[in-house]
């Protein structure tokens, strides 16, 4: 058997995991940061799964001084500090590592590559084939026989391994030996490593391949010619010194021992108790199997005051109330509670007697916890099977239902009088499914509801919210679970339907208590956080209004659809055609390796064409753009990418979500998804329909009226996030703009470029737009400038230009981002909000992106707000008027109705008065309104 040892370099690893994550971090239910930690695991699992070492360690660097900083002070000085969350992960990540039963190596004195670099020699040396799992060039130097650098897979990208051939053809070089001299002469910024100012890369490769080593570089820079021979001699010792420190040392006093570095089987208990603090559900099962049970964490009673670090209150830092729970620290608590332990009392009701005497016990109530189970997932396609009720904590009631139809809807109409109600509160987790469900009988409730997943997303918006985690987090308790009943998801998934009574109704009475005993929790929470305005103006009210949406949804043309299809394929042939010709050769389009070898190799678009990590040309779709003027070839691919992924994502998909009780479309609205209160969809995602293309506008035909006395509406704010800011930031010259009913883009570039209204042309109109909707998400010169294909010097013009124009916008910047770093959040108009723990970060890009954050979050949060306002407004108008009219879409700042034709100019006005009128501005609201018998032709 192969001896194969894997040595990790664990810092390298760590960041790679905690970087590629940055953009949609994993978050406890505590909004803990587990990115790294996350990260990290999966690497380590899957190279123990697909490499199968027989032998690993894992090695990292210590905070003590090594050889190179005493020889060198500045080494490594200007790097940033490490994110709070990787210095937070370290000791989780070793607790994992000793988990798994793996050495953790690390010595003082020296950096984790020189303990790597050592291993792997001596392991060599007693027959091991040794890889070193690493994105660091610098270990290029220690790759000889049997050992090899080992990249793992990152960013959709394979592995990459690298022996010595690898090494040397990627420096151009005869040896491995030689990367050191690469890195004396070019340097290397990451360690601040300073090398010969002004030799580059492929300069320090040139003078290799003629000379062989930094010595003889510096020995014949005599006879190296004009300013380079100058650099080469001013930087002879700078060049000498960075060779050493580049150097990595193979003579730690580190020991490669079979028996410690061997392959164990894991210590599942102290991977369970990990994995439960870091909410690993998945990745615990995947590891640990079935039995594994997820942890909980209990909120601790929060400080006063700031916390630093490491949970230590700032002296003389008191934020407000309102930012205390943010910063409380958590106590890691296992859900201990169950049903088996814990005292209850849940009843069944399944004879028309027992229901009679809950129902009458049920009206007497103030508040009532309400749960449905069904037979499935989509509301709008589900039967009922059961429907349970608590009012008290610790009791419950379970009424099953059963398939027959008409049985069914004589047991829900029994308890009509309950669901008729206007005073009674009924509480649900998701609330608006079960309302969805009960829709399919003929029952609205008509009373207020609570809904505690809503409360949370409030309360936490980036933590994760399921019942079962809720119940974990706040309760300490761990519910049934439903895989208990059913198994797991997939093909082999069973029904509620065929779960035996007495199961189903500790199971879904126990869903009812615990929704209760969580709305008793977070009812407090809201005022103390102030997001009651938001929950009980917004998010509570706007359930309803989405209960009648979905359960409306919208007709396709499936024919529109499919002729379509029929259209796309014969442009897409053509595309791929053109592109075979162009190219000379037919090949994979769809393989990213062949296509940049035919780009970049056989037409040679581009002499500097960047790489990706595992060595083949880069052919995103950004990169594509930038060659698009280059040669036809690359607007045909382009028009075939286009075309392809529309075909298979919309075009033939759409009518796959059709429902079959209703031959038409219904999308499920996500209201506690996005941190800024955005609503999402899926099923389909509605915000995803492509709108900026000729092509991709087409989709929008498909989706139709319900009938021929039936039109489309389309209601539309204007520029609705720029108003808000103008408001907001009370920048005179912007509202001045809004308030003349001025075009805004026009506007802002007459006064950046220094021109007239009417001597501004379209491509300064243009740069104005980009500009305008660029600053609020914290474009800089060098994003402007590739955004507009503009020289980054004139981004920075029109950036500088624009603050000087508006000065209350950069004010209004500042100041965001000063509140945030007093208060630890910021909030839109209405009063949500969102937590920025990164914000007074050490590390400038994490620290960046909070402040981003804190700049658009208010923008985007009250656009939200608005809309959501108008449509709670709007519904509660077309139910007083008793219209047939309906509003059944919500797309970013569009609503979408189904208007009949005779209410049409009834309708208009209504609509106008509720969009503009929903949260008032100092500036007017434009809604921009269309009709027409498709989606397309009203927009």
């Known amino acids: 058997m192969q001896k194969k040892l894997f040595l990790l370099d664990a810092m390298a690893l760590i960041y790679r995991a905690y970087y590629a994550l940055i953009r949609n971090p994993r978050l ?56 709070e969350d990787i210095l937070d992960s370290l000791d989780d990540i070793k607790r994992i590592i000793t988990g798994f039963n793996i050495p953790v190596v690390e010595l003082d004195g020296y950096e984790a590559d020189d303990v790597i670099g050592t291993l792997a020699w001596q392991a060599a040396d007693a027959g091991y084939t040794v890889y070193m799992v690493t994105p660091d060039k610098d270990y290029g130097q220690l790759v000889r026989d049997n050992v090899f650098i080992y990249r793992p897979p990152y960013m959709g990208n394979k592995e990459e391994i690298m022996g010595p051939n690898e090494v040397c053809a990627k420096w151009q070089i005869s040896g491995v030996h030689q990367v050191i001299d690469i890195l004396g002469l070019m340097g290397d910024a990451v360690d601040n490593i300073p090398g010969i100012p002004g030799v580059g890369e492929k300069t320090a490769m040139k003078l290799l391949a003629q000379y062989g080593s930094l010595e003889n570089i510096l020995e014949n820079a005599d006879t190296i010619g004009g300013k380079m021979g100058e650099k080469i001699k001013a930087g002879a010792e700078s060049a000498i010194l960075s060779k050493q420190l580049a150097t990595i040392i193979t003579s730690v006093p580190v020991t490669f021992h079979e028996e410690d570095f061997c392959i164990k089987e894991p210590n599942k208990e102290k991977l369970s108790e990990i994995f439960t603090e870091l909410e690993f559900k998945t990745l615990g099962k995947r590891i640990l199997g079935d039995n594994f049970a997820n942890a909980s964490v209990e909120n601790a009673t929060p400080p006063k005051g700031q916390l630093d670090l490491f949970g230590n209150e700032i002296e003389g830092v008191t934020p407000p109330p309102s930012a205390e729970i943010e910063a409380t620290p958590v106590s890691i608590l296992i859900a201990e509670k169950n ?22 016990l049920l009206l007497q109530q103030q508040e009532i916890s309400f749960d449905t189970e069904t037979t499935g997932t989509d509301a709008n396609s589900v039967d009922l099977v059961g429907m349970s009720f608590s009012f008290k904590p610790g009791e419950a009631w379970y009424v099953p239902v059963p398939p027959e139809r008409a049985a069914a809807q004589q047991i829900v109409d029994q308890f009509r009088p309950l669901f008729d109600t206007t005073h009674i509160v009924f509480i649900g987790q998701n609330v608006k499914y079960d309302m969805i469900v009960l829709k399919w009988y003929g029952v609205d409730i008509k009373g207020p509801v609570f809904d505690t997943m809503l409360a949370h997303y409030l309360i936490e918006p980036e933590g994760r919210r399921s019942m079962d985690l809720l119940s974990a987090q706040y309760l300490q308790y761990e519910p049934v679970s439903i895989e208990t009943l059913i198994g797991k998801k997939g093909k082999g998934q069973g029904n509620m339907r065929d779960v035996e009574l007495e199961k189903i109704k500790d199971y879904a009475a126990e869903d009812a208590d615990i929704t209760l005993q969580l709305k008793e929790k977070f009812a407090p929470l809201l005022p103390l956080k102030k997001v009651e305005k938001v929950f009980y103006e917004v998010e509570n009210p706007l359930v309803k209004v989405l209960t009648d949406m979905e359960y409306e949804g919208i007709a396709l043309d499936i024919q529109a659809l499919s002729d379509y299809s029929r259209e796309l394929e014969t442009e897409i042939k053509r595309a791929e055609e053109s592109v075979y010709t162009q190219a000379g050769v037919r090949f994979n389009l769809a393989s990213p390796k062949q296509l940049g070898e035919v780009l970049f190799e056989k037409l040679l678009l581009d002499p500097k064409a960047k790489k990706t990590r595992t060595g083949q040309y880069a052919t995103g779709e950004d990169v594509l753009q930038k060659l698009s003027n280059k040669h036809q070839i ?43 209160g955005r609503l999402s969809s899926n099923n389909p995602n509605l915000q995803n329909i492509p709108i900026r293309t000729d092509r991709g506008r087409e989709v929008r035909k498909a989706f139709v009226a319900r009938n021929e006395e039936f039109t489309l509406l389309s209601a539309d704010y204007s520029q609705i996030e720029l108003r808000i800011i103008a408001a907001i ?87 965001q981002v000063q509140f945030a770093q007093q208060n630890g959040y910021v909030e839109t108009i209405l009063g949500r909000k969102r937590w920025l723990k990164d914000i007074n970060s050490s590390n400038a890009v994490v ?72 949260l008032p501005l100092s500036v007017p609201v434009d809604v921009e309104i269309g009709t027409g018998i498709n989606w397309l032709e009203a927009h």
């Open 847 to 918: 620290r960046g992106y909070a402040e981003r954050n804190a700049i658009n979050m208010p923008i985007q949060g009250t656009a939200a707000d608005m809309i959501k306002l108008a449509m709670i407004s709007i519904h509660k108008k077309l139910q007083q008027e008793n219209l047939r009219s309906r509003m059944i879409l919500q797309v970013h700042d569009e609503l979408v109705f189904d208007v009949h034709k005779d209410e049409i100019e009834l309708i208009k006005p209504l609509i106008q008065e509720g969009m503009r009128n929903a």
């Open 339 to 360: 049903i088996n332990n814990t005292p209850h009392t849940y009843l069944l009701a399944e004879t028309p007697e027992k229901r009679a005497e809950l129902l009458t």
């Open 634 to 676: 690359v607007e045909d691919i382009l028009v075939f990418r286009e075309l392809s992924k529309l075909k298979s994502t919309y075009v033939d998909a759409l009518p796959l979500m059709l429902n079959k009780r209703t031959n038409r479309v219904h999308t499920s609205y996500n209201q506690a998804v996005a941190v800024t």
């Open 729 to 815: 930031s009370e920048d005179k010259h912007m509202m001045e703009a809004f308030q003349s009913g001025l075009d805004i883009h026009t506007a802002t570039a007459a006064k950046v470029y220094g021109v007239d209204i009417a001597d501004v042309t379209s491509d300064m109109r243009r740069n104005a737009k980009s500009v305008n909707f660029g600053i609020i998400y914290g474009v800089s010169a060098f994003g402007l400038s590739e955004n507009l294909g503009i020289a980054r010097g004139e981004a920075k013009t029109l950036i500088d230009n624009y603050f000087a124009q508006y000065p209350s916008i950069k004010e209004y910047m500042d100041k």
């Open 28 to 83: 406890t239910s505590t909004g803990k940061n587990t990115n790294a930690q996350f990260g990290f695991t999966s690497t380590l699992l899957d190279l123990i799964n697909k490499e199968k070492p027989t032998h690993m360690a894992v090695a990292f660097d210590t905070h003590a001084p090594t050889e190179r900083h005493t020889t060198f002070t500045d080494y490594k000085a200007n790097r940033m500090d490490a994110p």
